[in-house]
């Protein structure tokens, strides 16, 4: 009988450890889910919002400052869903307002020096 409450207990430790990790692999699906939903949330926001134009300049700015994309992007949505913008925002309002947000910021130098 020991040996049959051992085996038990083995095969009882086994499932729950299965149950943990597709609970495990469950949650991060959810979790997967929701980070597409508001990635799609957002895109539709800025294709109400942004011309095409400006759409490609924002993704461009995305390659070299992803910080910087977003954080135009988060004002841009934050400004929206306030009801502040109440016009389609081209290029040149892209470019204005990375402008305004990167003119305070100084742009390293390097020197080279031969010797």
Known sequence: MD???????????QLESMQRQAM???MREEQEK???AERARR?????????PSARERLNNV????????????????QLASMGRIN????ERDIIDILSK??????????ERRSK
């Open 62 to 77: 995305r390659l070299v400052r992803p910080d910087l994309a977003d954080n135009v992007e988060n004002q841009l949505i």
């Open 87 to 90: 016009r389609v925002l081209s």
């Open 34 to 36: 929701q980070r597409e």
């Open 24 to 26: 495990q692999e469950q």
């Open 43 to 51: 895109q539709q926001i800025l294709r109400q919002i942004l011309d």
């Open 3 to 13: 040996d049959d409450e051992e085996l038990e207990r083995i095969r009882r430790q």
């Open 101 to 110: 947000l990167t003119e305070n910021k100084r742009e390293p130098k390097i």
